[in-house]
């Protein structure tokens, strides 16, 4: 394992000890950074989620905005706006908090379809066009949005366009009782989530460090009977009869980039079936529909991938 992959190991490490309990979930949050694509977390309030993207992007050095959604939000408040400049008699730029590297939407199913909406170019193209000019977000540009699984009044969910842009779905739940033993332990020695700018979380890497760490993960080899795993996996989920809707063309490339981010953090220079399957849940949970009758009969997304990938031969 070189340098920088162990510089990405120690910053996950350190990650675990700020939200405590949550090891699976920071693996792939840092899967899904190296592999360039956006993030949801779900979870219910006081889960760790906020704290999360806060400590990684100080940790990396990153500048961090934080949106908190709401019903009355505009995209002009998200992209920002063309003022008039009395000075230069001119037209200026506003920009938003969206022109930034890390970009927490905290609550994005509190805000309507249309500001929601707002995202997609800079998800997508990563530029914001206004007025019919396009301005370039930053090389290290990354979206992490949370959301409340048990709040329904008063939100709207995210449309299946929006939520294909999304790398991963992540699921915040409750820690275990020896880690949350351990959270109030650190709370008793003084640890405190407000303090991570006023020095109790020194930085670890810069944000050159990470777009070179997603240089390197792309050259990871991957071969042909691997894409084919891939492919078998992705046609069964456009056939599964509890399916109304399967995995798109852009999932696949993002399940491919994903596999080789998390062979790569293993130290490998190849992708396995593993790699492949590590990934798969957090990559589809939120991609496939299901159908009218398996809803009524309680099967979940999780379920059935969990039985895609049991069902599917896995090549040797």
């Known amino acids: 394992m070189n340098d920088l992959q162990a510089t990405i190991n120690r910053i996950g490490k350190t990650l675990c000890r700020v939200v405590v309990g949550q090891e699976a979930v920071v693996q792939q949050l840092l899967v899904a950074l190296l592999a360039g694509g956006h993030v949801i977390l779900e979870g219910v309030p006081g889960t760790g989620k906020t704290l999360l993207v806060r400590a990684l992007s100080r940790l990396i050095q990153a500048d961090f905005c934080r ?96 939520l294909d842009r999304f790398l991963f779905k992540l699921q915040v739940g409750y820690p275990e009782l020896a880690a949350e033993k351990q959270m109030l332990l650190n709370a008793q020695a003084g640890f405190e989530a407000k303090g991570l700018e006023r020095g109790q979380l020194k930085p670890m890497a810069a944000a050159s460090h990470i777009l070179a760490a997603r240089q390197a993960a792309k050259t990871v080899t991957v071969q042909d009977l691997i894409l084919d795993y891939l492919l078998a996996l992705a046609h069964k989920t456009r056939q599964h009869p509890d399916l109304q809707l399967g995995t798109s063309p852009r999932a696949m490339v993002q399940w491919l980039a994903a596999s080789k981010v998390h062979a790569w953090l293993q130290g490998q220079d190849y992708v396995t079936p593993d790699n492949v399957k590590a990934v798969a849940l957090p990559l589809l949970r939120h991609r496939l529909v299901l159908g009218a009758e398996a809803q009524l009969d309680g099967l979940t997304c999780d379920r059935v991938v969990q039985n895609l990938l049991d069902s599917v031969a896995v090549p040797r």
């Open 67 to 162: 949106i908190q959604l709401t019903p009355d939000i505009l995209p002009a408040d998200i992209l920002g706006t063309n003022i008039f400049d009395l000075s230069s008699h001119s037209f200026m730029l506003k920009k938003g908090p969206v022109f930034t590297q890390v970009l927490l939407a905290d609550e994005i199913n509190r805000t309507p379809p249309k500001t929601q909406s707002a995202l997609l170019e800079a998800m997508e193209e990563q530029q914001v066009t206004l007025d019919g000019t396009s301005h370039p977000l930053p090389d290290l540009f990354w979206v992490v949005a949370t959301q409340n699984p048990l709040e329904f009044e008063g939100t709207y969910p995210l449309p299946e366009a929006q």
